[in-house]
């Protein structure tokens, strides 16, 4: 299985390299194409909207104060006259922060996991069990034991992004080509070498994407999280603007939130292009 | 004769644990510094676990392998193994590929100027110096068995263990590996156990062929060759050799298919 893949590879390779230029521009067109389908969709997704809002809801209606029309300036508005830019970058640090301690504990956990049978079957059941329990449940708990503040969000997000990396590293090890572990073998490696030298690069890859699914759980999850106990963050400007009975902001912070997670994506994506092996 | 070998084996038996029968069964070997033995033999007979066992990386159930006349004991940092696949890791260049390994705690300690003589050295002698910068994706797959055999020569190795190292590669390419192996060895010096079921190959190459047969697998034929290299023009000796070669082993194969079909019978 493994050995026809790499030999395909090898073999495709020389060969994508001189693509001609026909087949350039028709890779080129099918870009666009997908491009032009790709804003289509976005573009319909604001005129729902602007329908919900503006030509099903009556004049004046608890409904029509959500509007594109407002919603919109006042997201201008709002990242040039007042303190969301600083709201953004707490919820942003939050993310960094808890993505780091998921990847401290995750990527150990699942090299260790996928290497070993024994470690795998005692805590696969464990952790499935772990992991379909909502992060958000476990809030209560979070702020007594870490007090309000940063602390349970760190915890809460941390909890939430650990699974996807911890099982994807897992599955990048049992994924390694086991020529590459004979090579290791062959040149007397120690377990040391063979896991600087030949695991770990060899799973940067899966490590790679379960960092791409952690980021759309953290981002999801992290909305709520902030909803309590804390002053700052995405989720607490949310209910400010609530209580403030702001509601073409509150639109257009929800607004803001589906931006920002899309350029995480994105952002992850190409990381994922750039340091993927082979890529 | 026999303090002369650098690579010698006596009475090798292995069998797999679990296994109902041995695949080797009292197999020797001694090998001369500087000789290339072909070992040949139908797929399946055991050629890779006899490699495998000669290069300290499978124990063998029995027998002995001496190295320098010293008992092996797992891998030796004098003895490079390559095999039929070429093995480059993905995310490393060409000249990291080959330089893989030469700093392992357990290989002999070198400066890092050594080290980059080694590896310019071994990529310059499979002519490769034009790709050293580029990725294993981007290599042919006669370049990527270049490199893997660049990687081996990097370590100085006294023997050189290649279990069909060519088997994968088109007819032109594969001549050109075999030009370039008869080369490598005369530059170095370096011993050789060649694994191969091309007779054709075996013929080209070695000082010495050595067909293994049966189930479990022993020596049953051995032929010495004392023609210079290239062999190109050498039509009427390899030819003679190579019917005497195929009806030896057309004989093994019909023995042990009568064998096979009395324990049904
Ligand atoms: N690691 C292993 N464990 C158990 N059996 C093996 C192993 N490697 C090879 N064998 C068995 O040993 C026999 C010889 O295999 P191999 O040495 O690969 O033969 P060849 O290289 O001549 O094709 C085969 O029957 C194979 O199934
Ligand atoms: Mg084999």
Request: proline share 6%; hydrophobic share 50%; with cysteine.
């Amino acid at each position: 299985m493994t050995h026809q893949q790499t030999t395909s590879t090898v073999a495709v390779a020389p060969a994508a390299a001189v693509v001609s230029a026909a087949g350039r521009a028709a890779v080129g067109r099918a870009f666009a194409v997908r491009l032009a389908l790709g804003l289509g969709g976005l573009a319909l997704v604001f005129v729902l909207w602007w329908i919900g809002t503006d030509v099903l809801a009556q004049k004046g209606s608890f409904l029509a104060r959500f509007s594109p029309l407002t919603a919109v300036p006042a997201l201008f508005d709002l990242l040039l006259h007042s303190d969301l830019p600083l709201h953004v970058v707490m919820s942003l640090q939050r993310i960094f922060v808890g993505l780091g301690f998921a990847l401290l504990i995750g990527v150990p956990l699942g090299l260790a996991v996928g290497s070993f049978q024994v470690v795998e079957a005692a805590t696969s059941p464990a952790f499935q069990f772990l992991r379909m329990i909502s992060p958000l449940s476990w809030m209560p708990i979070a702020v007594m034991v870490f007090g309000v503040g940063d602390k349970p969000i760190y915890f809460l997000l941390t909890f939430a992004a650990v699974w996807p990396i911890l099982l994807s590293t897992a599955a990048g090890v049992r994924a390694l080509d086991p020529r590459w572990l004979q090579l290791s073998r062959s040149l007397a490696a120690t377990p040391l070498e063979t896991l600087w030298r030949v695991v770990v690069p060899g799973v940067l890859g899966h490590v790679l994407t379960g960092v791409r699914l952690a980021i759309g759980i953290l981002w999801i999850v992290l909305v709520p999280c902030e909803m309590l106990g804390v002053s700052a963050g995405l989720g607490y400007f949310i209910l400010d603007t609530r209580d403030r009975l702001a509601y073409s902001e509150l639109m257009a912070t929800v607004l803001l939130i589906g931006i920002l997670g899309f350029a995480l994506d994105s952002l992850a994506r190409s990381l994922y292009r750039i340091w993927a092996p082979g890529g | 004769m026999e303090s002369a070998s650098v690579l010698q084996a006596r009475g090798l038996v292995l069998r797999y644990p679990g296994a109902a029968k041995s695949v080797l069964s009292g197999f020797d070997l001694a090998l001369a510094p500087g000789e290339v033995v072909t070992i040949l033999g139908p797929s399946g007979v055991g050629k890779s676990s006899l490699l495998r066992v000669l290069g300290g990386l499978q124990a063998p159930t029995s027998g002995t392998v001496q190295m320098d006349g010293a008992p092996l004991r797992g891998v030796h940092p004098r003895v490079a193994v390559a095999f039929q696949d070429p093995s480059l890791l993905p995310w490393l260049t060409l000249e990291k590929n080959v330089a893989f390994g030469l700093d392992f705690k357990h290989q002999p300690a070198l400066s890092r100027a050594e080290r980059e003589a080694r590896v310019n050295d071994a990529i310059a002698e499979v002519g490769l110096s034009h790709a050293r910068r580029q990725h294993p994706a981007a290599l042919s797959g006669g370049m990527a068995q270049r490199a893997a055999l660049a990687r081996c020569l990097a370590r100085r190795p006294k023997v050189l263990l290649l279990d069909e190292p060519f088997g994968a590669l088109d007819e032109v390419t594969r001549a050109e590996m075999q030009t370039l192996l008869l080369k490598v060895v005369a530059d170095t010096g370096t011993a050789a156990v060649l694994i191969t079921h091309d007779i054709d190959e075996a013929l080209l190459l070695s000082d010495r062929i050595v067909l293994l047969g049966g189930a479990p697998a022993r020596q049953i034929g051995q032929w010495t060759l004392s023609l210079p290299f290239p062999r190109d023009d050498a039509v009427e000796e390899l030819g003679t050799l190579r019917i005497e070669i195929l009806t030896t082993l057309r004989n093994a194969v019909r023995r042990q298919n009568s064998d096979v079909s009395h324990a049904y019978a």
